[in-house]
């Protein structure tokens, strides 16, 4: 792809067992309680379970939960050995300060690949016009939730949604290909249908990262914004290794570089 001087002829595939159980939890929270949850997420993050997804996605509203206001929604997919232990990595989205105060609450049900997959993809329908940007960040709730007030305040219609993800510290990982990633992954998705609403909605993902780019780390090379808010995805270190190998084996430059560099 751009950026990426060469031409893939195999892969190594490294194989797991699979795991005995897969299954989520679902919460959703009015948006007011914002105030509240995104601090106590935050608190969490070095907490939560490796065999669990922590995922809160923010939109104007819920249609898959029949939620005409906005909410708050907490899908966290879980693999785990058997039942109890899936229920177990789950249970820390048990103690939400204002869990009594959920719409809907399921600590723990089966799942599987397609239920997930269905559930993801209900906020990005085809024949929409899209919009993205994202950061990694590892600042406090106190520095974020400023910038998530806004992004609350602004955000269009659904199926337009502000996702954060958990993270979490990581081991160093040396051979990965982009090299930065940080506790927190958020990342705002802009889906309108209509082009007349161009104007209204097309900056709104990458006005509100820029406005929080003061507390990233750098950005995800996926749903990113590299045209109109370039940003760093890789260490410097790691560019400088990948500028002297370009040199090397591109020195004419057929391969195209990444938008913003």
């Not at 949850?37 to 809160?56: F, G, K, T």
């Not at 993809?121 to 709730?141: C, F, L």
Request: hydrophobic letters at 45%; aromatic letters at 12%; proline letters at 8%.
């Amino acid at each position: 792809g751009p950026g990426f001087f060469a031409v893939v002829t195999a892969f190594h595939l490294k194989l797991y067992r699979r795991p005995q159980v897969c299954g989520s939890s679902l919460y959703v929270y009015p948006t007011e309680l914002a105030e509240e949850i995104y601090p106590w997420a935050r608190s969490i993050s070095a907490e939560v379970d490796r065999r669990v997804e922590l995922q809160i996605a923010a939109s104007r509203s819920v249609p898959g939960m029949g939620l005409e206001t906005p909410g708050i929604v907490f899908a966290s997919p879980v693999f785990a050995d058997s039942e109890q232990e899936a229920i177990d990595a789950l249970a820390l989205l048990e103690t939400c300060p204002v869990r009594d105060k959920a719409i809907a609450a399921v600590p723990y049900a089966p799942a599987d690949l397609d239920v997930w997959y269905a559930g993801i993809m209900s906020n990005y329908p085809d024949a929409h016009r899209y919009t993205a940007d994202n950061i990694w960040t590892s600042a406090s709730a106190d520095d974020l939730m400023p910038g998530i007030t806004t992004i609350l305040e602004t955000m269009p219609p659904h199926p337009s949604h502000f996702l954060w993800l958990n993270w979490g510290p990581s081991p160093p990982r040396q051979d990965m290909a982009y090299s930065l990633e940080d506790e927190i992954y958020l990342a705002l998705y802009g889906v309108w249908e209509d082009p007349a609403d161009d104007a209204a909605y097309g900056d709104w993902a990458r006005s509100n990262m820029a406005a929080m780019e003061h507390l990233q780390t750098g950005i995800q090379l996926a749903d990113e914004n590299l045209a109109q808010r370039p940003a760093p995805f890789a260490t410097a270190d790691a560019m400088a290794r990948l500028d002297r190998v370009r040199a090397e084996y591109d020195p004419a430059v057929r391969f195209h570089s990444w938008m913003g560099r």
